[in-house]
């Protein structure tokens, strides 16, 4: 049985054009490296080569966020938006919160199992929204900011935990570039992970 990619197809799409370039100029396999990095911990001068593969890596998504310049600015000014919108709905939760003495936190890491939390995906903040969070926060053992960032941006998040799990997402915008940025982060994330290994 062949072994589980763990990334999703469109990062597998990125790995592979890679590989050809860091193959040819590394002589060795991108691919090959971020599925069984064990195997590569030993390996004479790994650091120089890492270093090698981040740079290409970087030229890469470069030349491919070069070619989406309008999708850019498209991103930012939703991202804008995104955000305001964050600071809106996180400054009404943080005040029910309060008022009703329900724990507000912004975790590192919250362990979560999908199968059994409810997801509530807005699109923007309306009147309506108010008394809808309220009930959320009365019905909360505690509330918390799982909220995501990119760049100097924020997209909203919250989880409200009690009998049953909910979670309050603003609708991220759709764009290119935040999947190509993820892919980017998620393949520069697995090299430094193996440069802190190696470095042991």
Same mark, same amino acid.
């Given at each position: 049985?062949?072994?589980?990619?763990?990334?999703? &197809?469109?990062?597998?799409?990125?790995?592979?054009?890679?590989?050809?370039?860091?193959? /040819?100029?590394?002589?060795?396999?991108?691919?090959?490296?971020?599925?069984?990095?064990?195997?590569?911990?030993?390996?004479?001068?790994?650091?120089?080569?890492?270093?090698?593969?981040?740079?290409?890596?970087?030229?890469?998504?470069?030349?491919?966020?070069?070619?989406?310049?309008?999708?850019?600015?498209?991103?930012?000014?939703?991202? &804008?938006?995104?955000?305001?919108?964050?600071?809106?709905?996180?400054?009404?939760?943080?005040?029910?919160?309060?008022?009703?003495?329900?724990?507000?936190?912004?975790?590192?890491?919250?362990?979560?199992?999908?199968?059994?939390? &409810?997801?509530?995906?807005?699109? /923007?903040?309306?009147?309506?929204?108010?008394?809808?969070?309220?009930?959320?926060?009365?019905?909360?053992?505690?509330?918390?900011?799982?909220?995501?960032?990119?760049?100097?941006?924020?997209?909203?998040?919250?989880?409200?935990?009690?009998?049953?799990?909910?979670?309050?997402?603003?609708?991220?915008?759709?764009?290119?570039?935040?999947?190509?940025?993820?892919?980017?982060?998620?393949?520069?994330?697995?090299?430094?992970?193996?440069?802190?290994?190696?470095?042991?």
């Amino acid at each position: 049985m062949a072994k589980q990619i763990p990334w999703d &197809e469109q990062t597998d799409g990125f790995v592979s054009d890679l590989d050809e370039t860091v193959s /040819k100029s590394r002589g060795i396999s991108l691919r090959s490296l971020l599925m069984n990095p064990n195997r590569y911990l030993t390996k004479k001068d790994l650091g120089t080569t890492l270093t090698g593969i981040r740079s290409d890596a970087d030229a890469y998504f470069n030349a491919l966020l070069d070619n989406l310049k309008d999708e850019q600015t498209k991103l930012e000014s939703e991202m &804008e938006s995104a955000t305001a919108q964050y600071r809106e709905i996180d400054s009404v939760i943080t005040t029910k919160a309060a008022a009703a003495r329900v724990p507000y936190i912004k975790p590192l890491f919250v362990s979560r199992v999908p199968d059994k939390e &409810e997801s509530i995906v807005i699109e /923007k903040y309306d009147d309506g929204l108010e008394a809808f969070v309220g009930k959320l926060v009365n019905a909360s053992n505690y509330v918390a900011d799982v909220s995501a960032t990119y760049k100097q941006y924020t997209l909203g998040s919250w989880i409200f935990s009690g009998a049953k799990n909910h979670v309050l997402t603003i609708n991220p915008p759709a764009s290119p570039v935040l999947s190509i940025e993820n892919s980017r982060t998620l393949i520069n994330d697995m090299l430094s992970d193996i440069e802190t290994r190696a470095a042991k």
